[in-house]
């Protein structure tokens, strides 16, 4: 299938309904997959000389001929962009067509390929930054949305960075960004944060990057994981840059907590005076009744604590953003009692957020300690939030 | 193994001296190959059941885990640049390393995904290109070399065009370029071309290109074949910049003329008179002498028509530069008495050139015919010089 | 006076407060005048020799020390700009220091040179040019006034066009821009041009470019014309571009005509009929009434085109937006009902705008007509309209 | 007269001819100059009011009418560079033509307005430059000519930098370029500095800059100064970028000492055994005999340094490189024997080079005192080499 081809099928792809697409992954499941006879073949061969050349012969065998297909389609004008947006639809399928996880993992194979760190661009946003791209930025916004052009004004202010990965054949679409807030000491609060006035010049006693947001940007390419890339280049890059920040931390969400409480009540595993908190702090959410008396603060700190530290899936924490920092090397250093006031963060974690550590001097043993022993590092703060 | 450790392997290679590399590729080899009982099992489940998630499994375990070292070293700066050097410095190694064509295979692997034509910029070369990329171009020249930077300057005059492909994450290597004349009519002859003196504008009654050479540049990308795609793109951004440029071809040598001739000789395939004709003009290779009779350049011609329409490896053509333009769609269009007079010319085929032809309106059907039905498409100028 | 001096001055000009700004213009004109008696020497050997190099000396002799300090200015960092800011402080001191006016000639003397249209680059400005430049020209946007950045957006979509012209000094800073709808024939009304629906693509049958708006950004280059030049660029620009647009054509305010009925109203050169009709549309305002019947419209066009033709200043039109594109070598063609209806409009010309047509084969001839013989050129709409 | 009819001059001029050159300039001289009535009724009027306006009118009046011509051409594309070129032609008239001086006078001063040092870019010319711009520093290089691109590329070396101007108008032609070599100490011969070998990375320990070469690019702007801000803002950038730079000299030719020597000798000033070395050196240059005796050494670097310091034009210093440095700011620093063997060298001054100190802390000092009190700073080493 030459270029002209390619073009032809991404032409094509671009104008199906959503009832055409489902039928076009079908078509890739059914009649583009591996050749089962090939394959025999090919394993019969690897068994009677399980070296030199059989086992590439067998690995190719089971490539589908959907790889092929993508790798045409990747060649055409906008290529990479129609194959991120195919993937995009493919997964809103998957759930209610599972066996399109087959195609699924092909184009994600592909995905890892292309997509790998090496060809990435580190890019700072700020104002000067054309209008489309920042456009794209308020759009893509996960975590703390933006209330227009003002709002992301000032977040692109002297006291803020914001940087975003670009890949060579899409210059006009984000990958992934991470906004950062430069202060005097750790941050405790995202409202503070955001809400702080516009300042001209860098405070020229700040000494803390707080990653307050980081968001990925393209649907169509979930689970490949960029993240932990961004946020190293971007430390790099703010010490090379500024040298007197010599702490970076995040202030992150802790977005399992309150669920994980729920399921915990209703199963039976926490009961009694937790229970009993538990349920108080559920019922507030649901009342909007934001009072609280400090003893219930202290408990609920040292709940949050615990399910950070303790609840776990697969031997690694239940929540999300715990297990993608603790991965990263990062330690967790301390819980920020009404860090999230939104009603998003008091449905999610009571308002609690967390800020995790990124100690330069220790990140690449953390990580090794994680990874391999499932250790979690932990600072002195937060060892105290846990007693 | 993280960002900085593929870092330290890269430093590592760099300084490892000739017998290191050797013992460097052995140990990728030896201890980075697949893991055969881990393909035994997803055979057994392959077997059991034949589809669903199995082949991928299989896929998988069959790869090696140097595939995924390298993709390691593709992260650290310059990590794409110090893999090709590799794969360089392995080509070497593999007439006397056979058993290091499995670690070829799979770094090849890799760069055929990396260096896809999606990811390739197409950049017009001109006397306002840096003169470092400039630099490497003279001494990427393959096919007609160049003697300094005044001829440079003189194929990047008026009447020149000069295109190379790049990488992004190769900012200053060239991957492949080629060279075109824009002339009246067909060019017959490489050294009246190289030598016509330099143009300040181009004539506005041009209306051929001549694509006279095309060099890949870099030695670790070797069998990854980009010249297709750069002939088509050029053919693309001539014929938007230049409407009058109506005809493309290429103005090319015929490397394995002689040798064939030699062969076909010794081992009696070709006697009698034209075995007589073969042996004289070896000889006066040989004698360096260049008197012909009309009748003689005749018969050579015919010989040589022959040669490049009848003479195959495995169904295409014995000569790689007709196997290389056929197979993209071109024509043979004309043999040309004299077209390269150089002692490489002389050498390689009595300093016969032949021109192929870039029919746009026909190039994906002859495509198509010769890559399905091992058909060659000829002009009728050719096919009077076969007669 | 070397560049650090030049620096100082600066500096200490960004913190002078209002006051002493005056007392800094008072210094310039009392303390960096010309040397009188240098003056009087060159004359008196000019008188006795009247040529070869006398008046050369003379004519330096008359250039005040003020201008060497603005050309020392002008070398520091950020010094063009400085200088421009420097004017647009003195332009508000002038009507009540008019002395001041010589020390603004010799500013504008300096601006003159160096603003001039040879150190001029023209820019595109679209979706993709930075933020901050987008939010300076909704600042300085002086015609038709933007509502945030959906109303910028709007204007820059693919029926739109939008040039500013930068000065190599000042990179962040528009000079003067000019607003470009692309439609089908002539534009009559300002408010359907902005408020019709973004399109996504320019309609194939558009045929005229409208400049609906064109705004000075810079206060401290007052008098620099350069509207004339920006014009005619964009013109050779759109012409190049798009080859279907064959008209050009401007809709435009006609800012004198109301306050010119009422003075001649009450000077009484307006009397009987007309009076009564002037007086009645100038109580319309009033009232905010604009119910107005068929003949009244006709009449008070046909007195709007009496105003734009015949109410002259110094032998020139009144009005000042139809001086410079009479200037320029523009026609008027046609006047329109209600082309504005906003409050602005009504209360300058009771909603009548004017298209002023830019013939690209009688601008030049069109222009000498009118510097040299004050000649206006009219298209037969208009002429009927004046009848 | 309009942009089409400055147009149309320019392109007129480029096609004149050597004699038509001069006539176009005699047409400026008699037809463009001024007008006497207008200028003596500006005179009336300035001294019947000598201020308020009159002066401004007299400035007016002593215009000529060619610099509002000149003024137009700028505004036409590539009229700045017309100019420049057309004032390189006219240079070349004057001595032949004095009364051109007129015309001369007039395109200079606009000239000095229009490149002036706040409208230039400083570059940073590297092997990375386009070809074109290296093409021509080659060819532009006044001091130390260039061997072609090998010659060029050491320049640009690791321990070498170069630095142009460039005007905005004039993108493809530098202005004035600065050559600078990076190193330990002082440098004593430019034969040493420019035959060294390519060094891959600069000296850790390099702690001078020496600018061994300062070129003026354009002969059409004889006179207009920019080497004093070149060089400042060059010692700016290494400054920033290299810190451990901490010494900038120069190593600088001495063209008008064996001149001096002979007018000196013939005028009488210069006798007895100062008379005989001189001869005896002057005599050596003829017979192209090095051999000198270390007395001989000492005392023509005696005579030498006299020259520097007491030699006087106008109460500045004879030597035309001298005063340029002194008035920057330098002082002199100390004679080098055999500083530059070149027969060029050897024929300005016997070979002695010159070192010329720029110390930044007193710069601005010894430029005020040079200027204002004509005073040459020297070095302890000089002051030695002069006693």
Redesign the interface.
Known sequence: M???IASAVEDAYQQLGGEKKLAFFNLLFEEF??D?ER?RMA?EE??SS?K??T??R??KA???ARIELF?RI???PK??ETLVRMRADLLLLLKENP?L??VD?DIRY?MD??F????L?LVEID??????I??KLMNYEAVHSMN??EDL?RRLAADRRCYAFFH??MQDEPIIFVQVALCRGLADSVQELLNMPEQKELDTQANTAIFYSISDCQRGLKGISLGN?LI?QVVMELRGELPNITQFATLSPIPGFSSWIRKEIESGNITGAKGQLGKSFLAKNELNDSVVSDQDEVDILKLCAEYLYLAKKDEEPKDPVARFHLRNGASIKRLNWAGDTSSKGERQSFGIMVNYHYDLSRV?ER?EAFVNGKEISIDTEFSRQLM
Chains 1, 2, 3, 4 share one sequence.
């Open positions: 030459g270029i002209t997959s591996f089962s394959v394993i690897f068994q399980p030199l050349g086992s590439h067998l690995h089971t490539e589908t790798r990747n060649i055409a290529g990479t066996h996880n087959e993992a592909l390929s292309w790998n760190r090496g060809f661009k104002w000067h930054t054309p209008a489309h920042l456009e227009g052009w004004r060579p054949t890339f190293k690449e990580h």
